[in-house]
Each structure stands twice: as structure tokens, then as C-alpha cells.
């Protein structure tokens, strides 16, 4: 569960029309995810993974101790996770 332990596929190649438009629909609900994160936390995130800064590297651009990277990944995974699910199952 901690936000190392998950590492994005980045080369994903769609094999046809079908599969580029689930993906695009994929990558829509993820960045649609990412807008109700807090400011803070959207950036560690973006930063961590879709950049591949290290913690240090994060502390360092955000002003903050490693210690809050962890923290703020952590709880951004957590919340990114209730977001998903309530999209996916909206009841």
C-alpha cells in the first residue's frame, strides 16, 4: 500500500481503434481523478510517477521533508483510490 509499490504501465500499445478508445476513456478518468485532489497532493503524485522524481528530488521542488512526500503520497493514493471506485460504481 505504499505509494513505491505501484509504478504505472508506460508503454501501453493499443492493437486497434477498440483498444485506443478504452484507453484515451482510461487516461480521461484518471486525470479527471487527479482535478479533486488536493493541490499538494496532485503534484507529489504527478511528480512521482508521471515524472519519476525521487522522494528527495520531490522535498526539494516542493519545499517539504521526505517524510511529507511519503505522507502526502500515501493519503493522495488512498483518495485517488476512493475516487476511482466511486466513478467506476456511482450508487
Known amino acids: 500500500r505504499t505509494a513505491r509499490g505501484y509504478t504505472p504501465p508506460r508503454d ?4 486497434g481503434p477498440a483498444d485506443l478508445a478504452v484507453l484515451s476513456e482510461e487516461h480521461r478518468e484518471v486525470i479527471a481523478a487527479l482535478d479533486q ?3 499538494r497532493q496532485r503534484e507529489v503524485l504527478v511528480l512521482r ?3 519519476g522524481l525521487s522522494e528527495a528530488e520531490i522535498a526539494e521542488a516542493c519545499g517539504i521533508s521526505r517524510g511529507a512526500v511519503k505522507s502526502t503520497a500515501s493519503r493522495a ?5 476512493t475516487i476511482m471506485t466511486r466513478t467506476e460504481d456511482p450508487r
Open 37 to 39: 485532489l488536493a493541490p
Open 49 to 51: 510517477y508521471w515524472s
Open 12 to 15: 501501453v500499445e493499443p492493437h
Open 77 to 81: 493514493i488512498d483518495a485517488l483510490e
